[in-house]
């Protein structure tokens, strides 16, 4: 038995897990295309989750605040690029592709730019006079959460809206008897240049080492001369915008928004990261992973459990790993 | 003038008090020994000069300035490193990043790390290895090297033996004494034998009070005064 | 604190809290119309709900977002025994066994699972377990009704039809201009049921659980090193204020006559008991009763007073959408941030200490 584990631990330990799923869901489908169709679809929901789901990991990681209004930024970030391209409509039906583009890169960066004003004033405003205490903590970025829904449902109102899709987006790739659509792996795309982006900082710059320190030893970082808690602003900036970014792709593969969206999603989220391990990048990842290709498989073998299929992922991982798969070394 | 200069410190930790008034000079150069019974405050006192935690009222001076109350980054960036009993390594980053991130400027000066690689030949050889696969002593050098990577005035080492194998303590004993020769080092130990080889002048704390001030020498021959403050059975 | 006289602040907030209770015993005579005996019935279930909440959050110091899944248990225990069983006491009896059982037992496996670990963890995985519930009654519509809900009949004493006492005329007899008729026996039955429950909740704060549960919630390391066992007093502290909430949910589905998704598990009624908690004041049981009133009456008559505001702001930009009366979780939003922030001790624990300082 001891054997076995620390054999699977050379061959890559937990993150072995989501490619175990994808088999035994393999042998369960039964057909090839259809599991790919299936595994491309978990795997981009995965990234979008994934984006969503880091800040509010490496928050918590870092200063042992958690967030629960984290969901807002999502919310907010799907309506305000959903806004921003509603009103450059006529660069996203254009002809030109570089129109396209320009459009979408617009309406993200409207979305990231929200996110990092939007992060700051949480940070400073709602957060900081209540670090250290953990119920006041969740009660008042609780109470944060229901005055953004609140916002969100004055600004753009209650009903359905529409998010418009760049054409070069639009429609699926054939390749043999597999479809598989564009925007999906768009969004799987996006997210993993992200997560390459965050794995670069974290473990190539000074600023990266100083964030993974800090998660483990906030004391010993200050005892060395560095001041947490701008890091921590700016680590919290940074994770608004990524869950704004993540809000907005998410916007763009619905295609069609409630303000209910940012309260559905939070819970996904917060699966996510108590699965992956609060305060790993690494966890996060492999934690939306796992909830995205379980959410497309079980969707297509058991309908009926698929909403509960979250619920039952996490209670049998929690079982296994107290503290969740992968989680920061403490 | 002495390097630090503690008067009448007060430290209290949530409700309880844990130092009453704590007053000691640290003199430059060598090693000064803080000791103590389990609970006495010697920990307490060594965060309380690092900024950890707050004391009031009282003073901190260090070459003459108060830095009580001062945020620990800033009591850190006037020369002051701390070397904490859990050894304050992060696991999850390689002996060379958790050296990194104790340099000023990101940048290893080639002189100290020559030195540290002399001193903890250990370090070298598990350069690119994480923290965390360490041995409790190796940990325990590098959470040193990392107080030494800069040139500091003082550096606050919090009982460093503890759970270390004897061989171990003995290497760590001569790198201490080479350590003290250019850096002024201010030792909390219960392990008698090993600080009574290290110290110059000493301390004895008991209840959050200085019980005894004096040096080293005279006290490790004083076997009563040791008795009544340290309950020493040996 | 001294003890030996009763602070003026202490005494006020019983007077208040002795006084609603009177006023909620005459509601039926001093408010006659069916609006304000909605209201009434609904301060009584929320008090409950609130106070049974106040052991977790103000006694013990554990965040639950799972108080609502609790309250449905109930509520969906004995509107699916009436479904299927027919309006009788036997099925009320059976479906409030029912769902204090399941809400027991669902609470001991959250507990074990995540109590040990942080309360920020323990709050993660009682939402995520809400929001299941919730999706699973929507879901599950052969048993829920789905989003539909479900309606019914309760035990025959409770129709409004019903006649308690007739006059010599065989017409329902009057109390006072008040009908004795199945209405106002519900009406006693939810205030009864829920003074019960909230003296309940009163003795355990009392007993010596309460005080070990502030042990707890001051220094859990101590109470620990001192030999209690947290864990397993947090787990039964949670399945007690589940059992209460359980309970309550099944009396508010007797009331109603109807159970659903909105009135029984919506993440709404987690946020009224949230709002509830803070302002009445944590840790003081008499605040729920403060809490309750003050949101309740808010709910019902607030939005009133919203709509008239909105028609004031007429014509100018974003203000009349922000007084929109559907905006007042908006309004109430801001103030629970102000008073967690300014005035953590909420209402009932502000006045309490004020007159113990004089």
Redesign the interface.
């Given at each position: 038995m001891n054997q076995i584990s620390q054999t699977l631990e050379r061959f890559g330990g937990v993150y072995l897990l989501p490619v175990i799923v994808g088999l035994i869901a393999f042998v369960l489908i039964g057909a090839p295309s259809s599991w790919v169709t299936l595994t491309v679809a978990g795997l981009s929901m995965g990234m979008m989750i994934f984006l969503m789901a880091s800040g509010l990991s490496l928050i918590f990681g870092l200063m042992d605040v958690m967030n629960f209004g984290h969901s807002a930024f999502v919310s907010f970030g799907a309506f305000v690029s959903a806004s921003a391209l509603a009103y450059l409509s006529g660069w996203l039906g254009a002809d030109s592709v570089a129109l396209n583009i320009l459009a979408l890169f617009l309406a993200f960066a409207a979305a990231l730019a929200f996110g990092l004003v939007a992060g700051w004033f949480f940070e400073v405003v709602i957060i900081k006079p209540v670090y250290h205490d953990h119920l006041r903590q969740i009660l008042i970025t609780m109470g944060a959460l229901i005055v953004s829904e609140q916002i969100i449902l004055a600004i753009w109102g209650g009903a359905p809206v529409s998010v418009p899709r760049p054409a070069f987006l639009e429609g699926s790739w054939l390749i043999g008897d597999v479809t598989i659509e564009i925007y999906r792996a768009f969004a799987f795309a996006l997210g993993l240049a992200v997560y390459l982006a965050l794995f670069f900082v974290l473990t190539r710059t000074r600023i990266g080492l100083l964030i993974r320190a800090g998660v483990e030893n906030r004391e010993m970082v200050e005892a060395l001369g560095y001041k947490i808690n701008r890091l921590f602003v700016g680590v919290f900036m940074v994770g608004s915008a990524l869950a704004a970014l993540g809000g907005a792709m998410w916007a763009g593969y619905e295609t069609l928004i409630t303000p209910a969206l940012g309260g559905e999603m939070m819970i996904v989220v917060f699966i996510v990261v108590i699965i992956g391990g609060l305060g790993s990048v690494e966890g996060t990842l492999l934690g939306a992973i796992m909830v995205g290709l379980m959410a497309n498989y079980i969707g297509f073998l058991a309908p009926k459990l698929a909403l509960a299929s979250n619920m039952i992922l996490m209670m049998a991982i929690l079982l296994w790993r107290p503290s969740g798969l992968k989680p920061a070394v403490k | 003038m002495s390097l630090l200069s503690l008067s009448q410190m007060k430290t209290s930790i949530g409700q309880y008090h844990v130092l009453h008034d704590v007053t000691f000079d640290v003199p430059e150069g060598g090693v000064f020994v803080l000791l103590g019974r389990n609970g006495a405050g010697k920990t307490t006192t060594l965060r309380s000069i690092?900024g950890?935690w707050k004391p009031s009222p009282g003073s901190v001076r260090f070459r003459g300035e108060d830095i009580a109350g001062l945020?620990?980054?800033d009591i850190?960036?006037k020369g002051i490193?701390?070397v904490?009993e859990n050894m304050?390594v992060?696991?999850?980053?390689t002996v060379e990043?958790?050296l990194?991130?104790?340099t000023?400027k990101?940048k290893f000066d080639d002189v100290r790390l020559k030195r540290i690689y002399d001193l903890f030949p250990a370090l070298e050889q598990f350069w690119t290895k994480q923290a965390?696969s360490l041995s409790g002593g190796q940990k325990q050098m590098l959470s040193v090297a990392?107080a030494i990577i800069e040139p500091r005035e003082l550096i606050l080492i919090d009982e460093p033996t503890k759970g270390l194998a004897p061989s171990i303590i003995d290497g760590m004993a001569e790198a201490f004494a080479e350590i003290g020769q250019s850096t002024t080092i201010l030792l909390v130990e219960q392990n008698f034998n090993f600080a009574k080889r290290l110290g110059q002048g000493m301390a004895v704390i008991d209840d959050g009070h200085i019980a005894h001030t004096g040096t080293m020498p005279d006290f490790a021959v004083d076997t009563a005064l040791q008795e009544q403050l340290l309950s020493l059975s040996s | 604190m001294t003890h030996s006289s009763p602070a003026r602040g202490e005494l006020f907030i019983k007077a208040l809290v002795l006084t609603i209770g009177v006023l909620l015993l005459f509601a039926p005579f001093l408010f006659q119309d069916t609006r304000s005996l909605e209201v009434a019935a609904r301060i009584c279930i929320f008090v409950v709900l609130v106070a049974s909440y106040d052991l977790l959050i103000g006694y013990t110091g554990i965040v639950s977002f799972a108080h609502t899944m609790f309250f449905g248990f109930g509520a969906y225990g004995g509107a699916i025994a009436l479904k299927q069983m027919g309006p009788g006491w036997d099925a009320v009896i059976v479906g409030a066994i029912t769902g204090l059982a399941v809400s027991i037992i669902v609470a001991i496996a959250i507990g074990l699972l995540s109590l040990r670990v942080k309360a920020i963890f323990f709050a993660m995985i009682t939402l995520a377990a809400a929001s299941v519930a919730l999706v699973l009654a929507s879901q599950l519509s052969g048993l829920t009704g789905g989003e539909d809900g479900i309606t019914y009949k309760t035990p025959q004493v409770f129709k409004t039809a019903t006649k308690l006492l007739v006059d010599e005329n065989g017409k329902v007899a009057r109390l006072f201009g008040v009908k004795l008729n199945g209405k106002l026996a519900a009406y006693y039955f939810v205030f009864a049921t829920s003074l019960a429950l909230f003296i309940l909740c009163l003795r355990m704060v009392a007993s010596p659980l309460g005080t070990v549960l502030k042990a707890i919630r001051e220094n859990e390391a101590r109470a620990e090193a001192i030999g209690y066992r947290v864990v397993a007093y947090r787990t039964f502290v949670f399945c007690m204020a589940a059992a209460a909430a359980s309970l309550a949910g099944t009396i508010y589905a007797i009331w109603l006559k109807y159970t659903g998704p909105d009135t029984a598990l919506s993440f709404t009624i987690m946020i009224d008991i949230l709002l509830m908690v803070v302002i009445g004041g944590m840790g003081t049981m008499y605040g729920a009763v403060i809490g309750a009133v003050l949101l309740v009456l808010a709910q019902y008559y607030l939005r009133d007073l919203m709509g008239v505001a909105a028609e004031f702001f007429h014509g100018v930009p974003v203000l009349p959408e922000l007084f929109d009366p559907d905006r007042w979780l908006l309004w109430l939003g801001i103030i629970f941030i102000l008073l967690v922030y300014f005035f953590p001790k909420g209402i009932a624990g502000t006045i309490w200490t004020k007159g113990a300082r004089d």
């Open positions: - | 690092m950890l945020h620990a980054s850190a960036r490193a701390f904490p304050g992060f696991g999850g980053l990043e958790n990194v991130l104790a000023a990101g965390w990392r | -």
